[in-house]
């Protein structure tokens, strides 16, 4: 399931790249078991997504559902999940309680939280980058701001200040007038603007002449391996954090990095290595299982013991809630040697949690990262 029109199409159609390539790799064989794949487009539609889960769960008689992009996606699927009681891995769906708070039984994630990335990346913005006034601007719904809340927590707890919060409608592609408004006191800008529209946003930056002046910051997929093709020289520099890089010099990722480049003439993206790596998730559960996956009960199990040391990404494990335990990268733009633009890692944050250092406890606790939480007592 994922949404291969609207404004994340190149991304959706990476999701499906990734895991027809792993697919290819077994030859669609698990456990002496024929694998059919099939592919539903929810449009970016709650109620489109809710109609493709009904058929593929009643009609086509799935063993497991994976994919989903959007956070309001996953949030509209995950209830419904429930009651079907069918194993699902959201592979890309970031939106932070669908592990946390709302305890999903039958929803493992084997991408990343929106804010797992961001607790430590606010941590090196105020330490290490020493970004003191930071200005945010961001899509205006709930993924841009989970990301922003957690880069805004352990940024401020470190000493730093979210100065300016300026949010962007979800697809808007005029990023002009809310550049315009951008605070010029700032030590640095975070942005985490979604979809195609970045590309335009990082031209608009740099037209506006902020580019050199104050340094831009972002929320990983800004910067994406699916949408760097796309840019020119604007992104150079941009440092963000992220679970994966296509850049990221390891075995794995290398043959991976090789080999889905010559499928598909590209550099991976990590919505490409996610679905990958979801792949593999599922065939190492169903070896476990003899290929017997028509117990639902047993192959969720099953699916939760799975632990991976050599993804392209690094080792995954699950914490006690579903979520990946996992390394993030702090990544910089920069062109390779071929003259393309990459994501070359700069720092490597190992195993990190959804909680970051909190007790998870007292985290769940406190509301989800919103809008206004925390809230911007500097701008």
């Not at 190149?10 to 059919?36: F, H």
């Not at 309001?72 to 592990?99: N, R």
């Not at 760097?228 to 520099?237: K, W």
Request: hydrophobic share 40%.
């Amino acid at each position: 399931m994922t949404d291969l029109t609207g404004p994340a199409a190149q991304a959706a159609k990476d999701m499906v790249n990734g895991i027809t390539l792993y697919l290819d790799e077994i030859r669609s064989q698990m456990a002496g078991r024929k694998v059919e794949l099939i592919v539903e487009d929810s449009q970016g539609r709650p109620d489109v997504a809710l109609t493709k889960l009904r058929k593929i769960v009643e009609h086509d008689r799935v063993h497991i559902v994976a994919g989903v992009l959007f956070g309001h996606i996953g949030y509209a699927m995950a209830p419904k999940v429930e009651e079907y009681k069918i194993p699902a891995l959201f592979t890309v769906t970031a939106a932070d309680d669908l592990t946390q708070r709302l305890k999903y039984r039958w929803v493992i994630r084997t991408g990343w939280a929106s804010s797992q990335p961001s607790h430590p990346f606010g941590e090196y913005a105020a330490r290490t980058l020493g970004y003191k006034k930071v200005a945010v601007i961001a899509s205006d719904y709930a993924f841009g701001w989970e990301v922003v809340g957690g880069f805004q927590r352990t940024l401020e707890e470190n000493g730093g200040q979210i100065i300016q919060k300026l949010w962007a409608p979800l697809g808007v592609m005029d990023l002009a007038p809310y550049i315009a408004k951008i605070r010029r006191d700032a030590d640095a800008v975070l942005t985490m603007v979604s979809g195609a529209s970045t590309i335009q946003f990082m031209k608009q930056y740099d037209e506006a002449g902020l580019r050199g002046k104050i340094p831009l910051i972002a929320g990983g997929p800004a910067v994406d391996e699916a949408l760097l093709p796309s840019m020119g020289d604007e992104p150079i520099g941009v440092i963000s954090p992220l679970i994966y890089s296509g850049a990221l010099d390891t075995p794995a990722n290398r043959r991976f990095a090789k080999d889905y480049r010559a499928r598909f003439g590209k550099v991976p993206s990590y919505f490409a290595e996610t679905n990958y790596t979801s792949g593999r998730w599922i065939n190492e559960a169903v070896r476990t299982l003899g290929g017997q996956v028509e117990d639902r009960e047993k192959l969720l199990a099953a699916l939760r013991r799975v632990e991976i040391p050599d993804a392209p990404r690094g080792p995954i494990k699950l914490d006690g809630y579903g979520n990946p335990i996992q390394n993030v990268y702090f990544r910089k733009v920069e062109r390779n040697r071929e003259g393309e633009l990459q994501n070359t890692v700069i720092v490597t944050i190992p195993a990190v949690s959804q909680f970051w250092k909190y007790n998870p406890e007292e985290f769940l606790r406190l509301p989800v990262y919103s809008r206004d939480v925390p809230p911007c007592q500097h701008c």
